[in-house]
């Protein structure tokens, strides 16, 4: 099952390879802005990070488990 998730995501990953990068960029900036400032936003950002870095990284390890 795990598999299939990091097949999906890779997939994903492969044809919008172009977003990922802005939105992990811009999603911890904004979240580390609003952490600062002390605002119940910043969970918004924070999460949009994390993701963003799911979906990077299992295009990157996912040919690793295709063998």
Do not use: D, H, R
Not at 13 to 22: A, G, I, K, L
Not at 27 to 39: H, P, V
Not at 47 to 60: R, W
Request: overall charge positive; cysteine-free.
């Amino acid at each position: 099952m795990l598999g299939e998730v990091m097949k999906v995501l890779a997939y994903l990953y492969y044809f919008t390879w172009f977003v990922w990068p802005f939105v992990l960029i811009f999603g911890l900036a904004y979240g580390m802005k609003e952490l600062i400032q002390n605002q119940k936003t910043y969970i918004k950002g924070l999460i949009a990070a994390s993701i963003a870095l799911l979906i990077i990284l299992a295009g990157v390890v996912y040919p690793n488990f295709a063998v």
